[in-house]
């Protein structure tokens, strides 16, 4: 029986290495600033990049690549809570890009009713959707009229009202 | 003397009416964020920092102020009444408070969690007084190669905190540093990192990655808890006090905690949970009942709840005299004080004496506010935890946005939100630390700045890195971080090969 414990290290590492040549590289390929020492605009972003590669290359060599071989596997083999939480993180951050899209378009009470309802909706279920349905309109309204009215924040209005 | 006719000044700001109802208010919204499971002060600051956008700088601040103890207050409601922590800090508050609630003793240990974070918290603010204007005079010697090693030395101990984790927080730190030189850089001018991006010139604002990280992060991560289920709170309590022999028990572990708390707290990274952990074990060997601890020890709540409300205070030095913020919380506080045109650091006290002085004696105030609010009022604010996270955290994410649109009134930024959260939960998976990312984000530029004006002062000399004596002292401060848990870890596993040969 292998003794070996699962473990990201050596994942970690390939990120960092990647990590740090992808941005060293980018930070090199800068063009050179119109005046002053040239390299000093790229000084900070090679220390970076050196030492992600640096630790990158650490990473593996002190956790190994089969532990992470071994958590990939029992990432996929996770019970199916565990999956379906995972999709409703995914489902979740595809409604924020939604959100985002809208935000300014829609104006804010319009696309945060939207974005409230289909957040309650992954989180309490389509059942709920009576209560999720008046929960976002009220706290889209509510935080509308504090932030325009009291702290001057200015919200994206409806977009039928100039 | 000046010390005392400064912090009378402050008192007599922040005993004002209106300050005393803005610290009211910010203690009552931080309490209630404290007290929901995964979100601690940093997000309670966070998303709620747009409320003060409207405000001058020492309102700002004295309403963080409530909104950061009362998140410290409220935090340990939950680990008492249902076992789960708001935050890291309220972590050890679990060990015994709620062995206490199931012993029927949920009172007791409510009312010990607030005597002992209200006495923590004004030993904390005494030693502030006493420490904050020196260290910033100590500041006001400071060059820019003194302060590029300070930020350094801040990053490395904040490494060095990452517990067995060490290289990964090495990773984590390079990240933050990679988003702080996205922009246009400010000496040369040129567009760095920016993808051709408009809104990216300006940077990448650290309030979002912290919301990003905290706010989002935290409530992705918490989606496990949903379907977990919620665990019942006890709601209706009888007497919230403590008797005389819990009091004879508690008081020397309060007493003791508060300035080990302190100090903890004011070293870059550390924090509450570091500090109220140690207390913990440190009453634990002290404690004539050993056995007790674990099953419903006072002493073992109260030591811990006296050091974290302690950390949170001692968090402040750094911010307010060295302008280098010392946690996630204090980094948000000084991100809103850069807003406002002020710069937290060496000059706060002298060029803003009623903002530094208010907001010191606001830290005595609100801490007997909340212990007010806390005691009497703590059957009412648990009912919040019968309302079902799967409707708050939906709730949380909106405020996150509408926080991050109040910061750059720019949409690209959600884009950045959405996308450091899903980097939060990753990082979560993979035990990579968020705090080195948190703070190098926020020191990043200013390192760089300070780094530059010094090699070019020198003219090329990279010698004036460690001529002085405050550079040598921070030199030392910064290998000694890095070295000295690279020593212990490896004692530790020389010990546990002797121990299987």
Known sequence: ?162 | MDILTNLMNGFSVALQPYYLFLILVGGILGTVIGMLPGLGPATGVAILLPMTFSMGPTASLITMMGVYIGAMFGGSRSSILINTPGDGAALAATFDGYPMAMKGKAESALAISAIASLIGGTIAAVLMTLMAEPVAGLAVKFGPAEYFLLMVAALSMTVSMSKGNMLKGFLSMCIGLAISTVGIDGQSGLQRFTFGVLELQTGIDFLVVIIGIYALGEVFKSFRTLSEGGKKAQTKFKRIWISKEEWKRSKWPILRSAPVGFIIGALPGAGGTMASLMCYNNEKQLSKNKEEFGHGAIEGLAAPESANNAASIGAMIPMLSLGVPGSGTTAVMMGALLMLGIQPGPLLFAQHPDTAWGLIASMFVANVILAIVNIPLAGVLVRLLAIPPKVLYPIVLSLAFVGCYAISASVVDFYILIILGVAGVIMGRLDIPTSPMILAAIVGGQMEQSFRQGYRISNQDLSVFMNSGIAKGLLVVILLSILLPIISAIRAKAAKRKVAA
């Open chain 1, 1 to 162: 029986m292998s003794n070996i414990k699962s473990n990201w290290d050596g994942l970690t590492g390939l990120f960092s290495i990647t990590f740090g040549l992808a941005y060293g590289g980018y930070a090199y390929s800068l063009p050179q600033p119109m005046f002053g020492n040239p390299l000093e605009a790229i000084f900070l972003p090679l220390a970076v990049s050196a030492i992600a590669i640096f630790i990158g290359v650490l990473l593996i060599f002190t956790g190994g690549i089969s532990p992470s071989i071994m958590a990939i596997k029992a990432l996929l083999n996770e019970s199916s809570q565990r999956k379906e939480d995972r999709r409703k993180i995914a489902i979740t951050c595809v409604i924020c890009i939604f959100y985002a899209m809208l935000f300014e378009h829609a104006g804010y009470v319009i696309s945060t009713s939207l974005f409230m309802f289909s957040t309650l909706t992954v989180t309490c279920g389509k059942g709920f959707w009576k209560k999720s349905a008046l929960i976002s309109i009220i706290f889209a309204g509510g935080i509308f009229i504090t932030f325009n009215e009291l702290l001057s924040v200015n919200l994206p209005p409806f977009p039928f009202f100039n």
